[in-house]
Structures are given as structure tokens and as C-alpha cells.
T-cell receptor, first 119, second 113 residues
Framework: NAGVMQNPRHLVRRRGQEARLRCSPM?????VYWYRQLPEEGLKFMVY????????ESGMPKERFSAEFPKEGPSILRIQQVVRGDSAAYFC?????????????????FGEGSWLTVV | KQEVTQIPAALSVPEGENLVLNCSFT??????LQWFRQDPGKGLTSLLL?????REQTSGRLNASLDKSSGRSTLYIAASQPGDSATYLC????????????FGQGTELSVKP
């Protein structure tokens, strides 16, 4: 069972460009979460999605950031008009359906991260 | 608002020592607590998950305890090895907020040969 797959692993963008980060959850997982880790800071929750729905976006910056998890395909975190302060590691995580009786039903699995550098 | 604090921020020990990492949280209404390991430039590896109804979990040389009422968890590492060097993150999953995790700042552990 492949883990949570993120790509690209490393992305360099010039100020003002767009960054698109992709996340394929583990097989059978229908919940996706995005976190951001700024340099010298801890991981901060950004957004929680289920297929075609945004459940909690309380950690998303109000402007330039958006996320989606379509019925088919990976989840996408999109950052428009990037600025230097967006340089960070962006982690995706997935979990199975909540309330699962499986032993691992409550564990959240993280991808390897996408490192965005804005120059 | 839930806040998670980890102490110490950094720790350096000689190989073979037993050590304890501390995590505290401000709101006891949690669903579970999870300890992760993060190597430089890498993702997170889940080490142990403790449900809110549990007191501890063990895996190999690792033991994690949870005292929900006092808002504390500890990660005990026995007989530390250089390969244990990494950043250890504590994360709380609050009740009724989906699967969202609140992370501490982490403890950077260095085990010297």
C-alpha cells in the first residue's frame, strides 16, 4: 500500500508566479489535510478536505491560497502570486473515514512534503 | 484555543542514555495524541498514538504516556542510539474538529556516539 504521495518534492518559483502542490492520499483514505512548516517553526494546520468538500479551512491565509480535492485525482494546494514569505515545507496527510473500526482508523499518515522556495 | 508546548526545545545526550521528552497541552478535550519523528528535510513518521481513554503506548524502546486531566504526555526513549537523532513532534487531535492536529514546536534530539 503506497503511502501519501506528494509532488513535486521541491519547487522553485519567482515572486508573483503560481505554485501548485499535489497530494495523492493513501489508498482507501478519503480525508486529506494540508499543513505548512515555516523555517524554524512548527507545523501549522491549513485545511481539511474530503472528496469535493472543504471541511475546515480555518488555517488557510485569506488571500492567494486555495485547496481542492476533486472526485477524481489528487488534492491540489494552489498558491497564487507567491511571495518570499510563502517559502516553506508543505505537508499533506490523509486518514481513513472517521469512525472506522480498523485499528489504524485514527492514525493520520503524512507525505514526505513539498519544499517551496520563492526567489 | 488549544496550544501544545514541548520541552526541551533541544537535547543532546550520549549514546545509551534513557531520556524523556515532554509535551503539554492546554485543553484536555482531546481525541488522541500522537508522537512523530521528523528527520531533516523529510516528512513525518508516526511513532505512537494514544487514544484519549488510554494511559500509555509502547513500541520497542519507545513508551509514551498520557495524562489527559493534567494536559501532559511524555515520550520515553530507552537506551538511546545515534540513529534516534531527529526532531520529535507531539500533536494533539482536538475533540470535534475532524482529524485536524495541533503540533508542538518539537524537540531536536542529538545522540552522540
Amino acid at each position: 500500500n503506497a503511502g501519501v504521495m506528494q509532488n513535486p518534492r521541491h519547487l522553485v518559483r519567482r515572486r508573483g508566479q503560481e505554485a501548485r502542490l499535489r497530494c495523492s492520499p493513501m489508498k482507501g483514505h478519503s480525508h486529506v489535510y494540508w499543513y505548512r512548516q515555516l523555517p524554524e517553526e512548527g507545523l501549522k494546520f491549513m485545511v481539511y478536505l474530503q472528496k469535493e468538500n472543504i471541511i475546515d479551512e480555518s488555517g488557510m491565509p485569506k488571500e492567494r491560497f486555495s485547496a481542492e480535492f476533486p472526485k477524481e485525482g489528487p488534492s491540489i494546494l494552489r498558491i497564487q502570486q507567491v511571495v518570499r514569505g510563502d517559502s516553506a515545507a508543505y505537508f499533506c496527510a490523509s486518514s481513513p473515514v472517521q469512525g472506522s473500526s480498523q485499528r489504524s482508523g485514527n492514525t493520520i499518515y503524512f507525505g514526505e512534503g513539498s519544499w517551496l522556495t520563492v526567489v | 484555543k488549544q496550544e501544545v508546548t514541548q520541552i526541551p526545545a533541544a537535547l543532546s545526550v550520549p549514546e545509551g542514555e534513557n531520556l524523556v521528552l515532554n509535551c503539554s497541552f492546554t485543553d484536555s478535550a482531546i481525541y488522541n495524541l500522537q508522537w512523530f519523528r521528523q528527520d531533516p528535510g523529510k516528512g513525518l513518521t508516526s511513532l505512537l498514538l494514544i487514544q484519549s481513554s488510554q494511559r500509555e503506548q509502547t513500541s520497542g524502546r519507545l513508551n509514551a504516556s498520557l495524562d489527559k486531566s493534567s494536559g501532559r504526555s511524555t515520550l520515553y526513549i530507552a537506551a538511546s542510539q545515534p540513529g534516534d537523532s531527529a526532531t520529535y513532534l507531539c500533536a494533539v487531535r482536538p475533540d470535534n474538529q475532524g482529524g485536524k492536529l495541533i503540533f508542538g514546536q518539537g524537540t531536536e534530539l542529538s545522540v552522540k556516539p
